[in-house]
């Protein structure tokens, strides 16, 4: 089945600790996303990539980073500079860039700071 | 701001009934709507598009109207059911970065089906 697979479902971190959230996806897209959602609200973009060995910042890049090297994997890592880092994650991705080209979602992981 | 807008945050309907969802947007050279839905605990799922050329589109019972008069776009479902409950979003280009590939989201309807 293609798809795309966000892991682990559920991540508690201790304040001041990185924290890794994997994404594969094995649709063969070019584009990937990362989207932080908070209760009630919609979905704020954090960082994308474009394409392989390229990303870009989102609206709220700050306290995160990312990367690339692999056309299926888009990791995102929380940083202790993230102040409210506490919210579900969700990433996308899209067969490319073109503009209203539909996003596969995966299921998310819930960070829960303790 | 925020390109694309919920009218109302929370929606109840009676089990066979219709719901209509809507959305307004600000930026009248937007050229495209996806309508999302997500599930408690889920991923949004692509439900239907529209391009700026359309005024219409129907899915399986759903059928999305665009207004570029007035700059409203509206999700009707037919006949909901209990598995329609779920949170709608609407997503449209960002008006603050015109870069292609970037789309912003709504707040987010949600849809509460009574049996």
């Given at each position: ?9 559920y ?7 990185n924290?890794t ?15 932080r959602q ?37 990791p ?6 993230q ?32 | ?14 089990e066979?009934?219709?719901?209509i ?74 008006t ?20």
């Amino acid at each position: 089945d293609g798809g795309i697979t966000q892991s682990p479902k559920y991540l508690f971190r201790k304040e001041g600790q990185n924290v890794t959230l994997s994404c594969e996806q094995n649709l063969n897209h070019d584009a990937m996303y990362w989207y932080r959602q908070d209760p009630g609200q919609g979905l704020r973009l954090i960082y994308y990539s474009q394409i392989v060995n390229d990303f870009q910042k989102g609206d709220i890049a700050e306290g995160y980073s990312v990367s690339r090297e692999k056309k299926e994997s888009f990791p995102l890592t929380v940083t202790s500079a993230q102040k409210n880092p506490t919210a579900f994650y969700l990433c996308a991705s899209s067969i490319d860039w073109t503009a209203g080209a539909e996003a596969f979602f995966g299921q998310g992981t819930r960070l829960t700071v303790v | 701001g925020e390109s694309v807008g919920l009218h109302l945050p929370t929606l109840s309907v009676q089990e066979g009934d219709n719901s209509i969802i809507n959305c307004a947007y600000s930026n009248s050279a937007s050229d495209y709507f996806i309508w999302y839905k997500q599930e408690s605990g889920k991923g949004p799922q692509f439900i239907i598009d529209i391009r700026s050329n359309m005024d219409k589109r129907q899915g399986q019972r759903v059928t999305v109207l665009l207004n570029k008069t007035v700059k409203h776009l509206s999700l009707q479902i037919a006949a909901t059911q209990p598995g329609d409950s779920a949170v709608y979003f609407c997503a449209g280009p960002d008006t603050k970065d015109t870069n292609a590939g970037k789309s912003t989201f709504g707040d987010g309807t949600t849809l509460t089906v009574k049996p």
